[in-house]
């Protein structure tokens, strides 16, 4: 059972629904999750200023950063913690599946996106089930293709959501000297990107919910025939 409550269950949550709970987790959990800011903020000092394909370069380059932030904050909402060995087949297994973000961003977001909706859950997996390299990767298949409109929906929310809030920021210190707007997105990095982790981390609570309930079709069939089965 996650450390922490739910509203709705993890296989009926909606992306809306999610995004939330993930919201009022980090409020809960905030010192502990942002330190997982530091991953943006950090990556973001050097990315500023630099042009589509230099930053494509950075992802590739800053691939286990990210890994160790994710793998923070799945140790966060799972509330497990893992071997030593869990924890190198985690970083092993998320540094392989970040180095391509770098060459899809450089043509959109959403591939990239797109992308860690499948094979992203892959680190979670290795934290909560303690599965190897193999078995994560077919396992985050399996998750994502329990609800994948959903797994992306999610990204791309939390993503939006971190962007805005960023842009929100920088936009009221328009016109202020370099530093100070360099100040400024670090500290908007800092509190503002954990989000992305925990929320991320929190979508293999439902995708693996919804695997085991046999995902949504099933769920709407089941809940017809309970409709049809009472009485008028």
């Not at 079709?217 to 025939?225: G, H, I, K, V």
Request: charged letters at 15%.
């Amino acid at each position: 059972m996650p450390p922490f409550p739910h509203d709705v269950s993890p296989a009926d949550r909606t992306v809306g629904q999610l995004v939330a709970d993930t919201i009022r987790f980090y409020q809960r959990h905030f010192w502990r999750g942002l330190a997982i800011g530091l991953v943006v903020a950090v990556f973001n000092q050097f990315a500023i200023g630099a042009g589509r394909a230099a930053q494509g370069t950075l992802l590739v380059l800053g691939a286990p950063l990210f890994t160790l932030g994710f793998i923070g904050a799945c140790v966060l909402v799972l509330g497990r913690r893992p071997t030593r060995r869990d924890y190198l087949v985690a970083f092993g297994v998320g540094v392989l599946v970040f180095l391509p973000v770098g060459l899809l961003v450089w043509f959109f977001v959403l591939p990239a996106l797109a992308w860690l909706a499948f094979a992203g859950l892959a680190v979670p997996a290795v934290i909560a089930e303690g599965v190897g390299p193999r078995e994560a990767l077919r396992r985050a298949g399996r998750l994502a293709g329990a609800d994948y409109t959903h797994a992306l929906g999610t990204l791309a929310t939390l993503v939006i959501v971190y962007f805005l809030s960023r842009s929100a920021l920088l936009f009221l210190l328009h016109g202020q000297a370099d530093n100070t707007l360099r100040t400024a997105a670090f500290l908007a990095d800092l509190v503002l990107s954990p989000i992305i982790f925990l929320g991320s981390a929190q979508l293999y609570l439902d995708q693996k919910a919804r695997l085991e309930s046999g995902g949504p079709r099933r769920r709407r069939r089941d809940a017809r025939l309970h409709h049809a089965d009472e009485p008028d």
